[in-house]
């Protein structure tokens, strides 16, 4: 990532180490010799670098808090001072990944990837219903801090990210107690995040001095609507909004590590699709990515591509904590960025057709379905114009890391009545059954 970073400041770089400070905390004092003596681009890159490690020097403890916020179905480009206070609040204070990407259009795949850095693919989760994830096989991030004496608890929103699907691998306690209602459609399937964020603070405010790892699960932006996606989206910024409030009241905000992100965005008919799930363009793909470190508040933004497999590595590197080997990297320090695979099967598995797979490449989207599909997201970041006539050569770039990555598509199992009962679509396969594929180690290919 070095060479590729553009990082941004409230403040005007160049930085100096602090004199105070023993481990290198980077203060706007002096101009650093590395920020003169390179190229702009290696010098943009040497700063992202100082300044992770600096933030990471800064932390007071050895195993910080650790904080996920999760937002259902929130759009990177719903994120401002105006519609989301309370993140952007938030956002002063950290890390921002301006061009951050979901690796599935899905709750449950894509929050198998953030709990595992691995790709739907390798860590088996395909779709919302019909998959279970293989704990044994996989080390999840709840696991990993659980093993290095954290005590790990969540609260979820939605039925669909309820624990029996894998998804509470790892925890102490997981609070999936959501409603079941005949004939409903997964997706109604949910609670108030007002409710579970109290949880949330009951569950932090039990913990004492002992090291914790909590993961809130937020899901007001998803349909159904009330009345509007732009209201709900405000009431998941309130919501956040009172949950930083508490943890400052306990003086727990300036102690911990806390990520913000989304599993996913949402259509909303810029290209015909009102929700998600189906299609692979931007808006569905592009997620809020906010990063804070333990110990320090310092506001840069990034505008490298980044994959939300990098979320578990990063969160391990900051709680100091090994992590074990995954597709994605520490955001610490990363020196290369690397293509971002995402897929959805729900076409597939539910209506019969065909799935869709993409790779983000540095500013080129390459999209291999039912007609080829290329776009430059310099110029055209709404996705308008198909440009793979002029770029043939992204297109078959792209070609074999995709064969790679996703190989072959798994039928289902069986679902249970329950859930059956409760899906919006039947999850069948149209076409027969293929034979499952072992997915390839993370590190054979530089595919996120």
Avoid at 317 to 340: D, F, K
Avoid at 365 to 391: C, T
């Amino acid at each position: 990532m070095l060479q590729r970073s553009r990082c941004r400041s409230h403040r005007r770089f160049p930085f100096s180490a602090s004199a105070d400070s023993g481990c290198g905390v980077l203060s706007p004092r002096r101009t650093c010799p590395l920020a003169t003596r390179y190229h702009p681009l290696v010098r943009r890159g040497v700063i992202l670098l100082l300044l992770f490690i600096s933030l990471a020097c800064s932390r007071r403890e050895h195993h910080p808090p650790v904080i996920v916020i999760s937002i259902d179905t929130l759009r990177a480009d719903h994120v401002s001072p105006r519609t989301t206070p309370h993140i952007e609040a938030l956002a002063r204070d950290a890390i921002v990944f301006r061009n951050a990407w979901s690796h599935s259009p899905l709750t449950l795949p894509s929050h198998l990837s953030v709990f595992t850095g691995l790709l739907p693919p390798e860590h088996g989760v395909r779709d919302n219903a019909g998959y279970r994830f293989d704990a044994s096989m996989h080390p999840t991030l709840a696991a990993v801090l659980r093993a290095n004496g954290y005590r790990t608890g969540a609260a979820v929103s939605a039925y669909v990210l309820r624990g029996a699907t894998g998804a509470g691998t790892g925890f102490d306690e997981y609070d999936d107690a959501i409603g079941i209602v005949d004939g409903a459609p997964v997706g109604a399937l949910q609670r108030s995040g007002d409710a579970t964020e109290e949880i949330a603070e009951r569950w932090i405010a039990a913990r004492g001095e002992t090291p914790f790892f909590f993961f809130l699960h937020l899901y007001e932006p998803h349909t159904p609507y009330t009345p509007t996606y732009e209201a709900d989206v405000a009431h998941a910024d309130a919501i956040v909004g009172k949950f930083l409030d508490f943890l400052r009241r306990r003086g727990l905000y300036d102690r911990a590590v806390i990520v913000l992100l989304s599993d996913h965005g949402e259509g909303l008919m810029d290209h015909g699709e009102q929700e998600h799930g189906v299609l692979l363009y931007r808006e569905s793909l592009q997620v809020p990515l906010i990063v804070k470190p333990a110990g320090a508040r310092e506001h840069r933004e990034v505008d490298s591509p980044v994959g939300l497999i990098d979320v578990m590595p990063t969160i391990l590197e900051l709680a100091g904590c090994p992590a074990p080997r995954t597709r994605g990297r520490s955001l610490v320090g990363s020196n290369a960025a690397a293509p971002i695979y995402s897929e959805s099967l729900y076409a597939r598995i539910h209506l019969g057709c065909g799935e869709l797979r993409s790779i983000v490449d540095g500013d080129r989207h390459v999209i291999d379905g039912g007609r080829g599909e290329v776009y430059d997201l310099r110029s055209d970041p709404s996705e308008k114009v198909n440009v793979i006539d002029r770029e043939r050569r992204a297109d078959a770039r792209a070609h074999p890391a995709l064969a790679q990555v996703g190989g072959a598509v798994v039928t289902p199992h069986a679902t249970a009545a329950e859930e059956a009962t409760n899906m919006a679509a039947p999850a069948s396969v149209s076409g027969g059954r293929e034979q499952p594929q072992p997915a390839p180690e993370p590190a054979q290919t530089p595919l996120r």
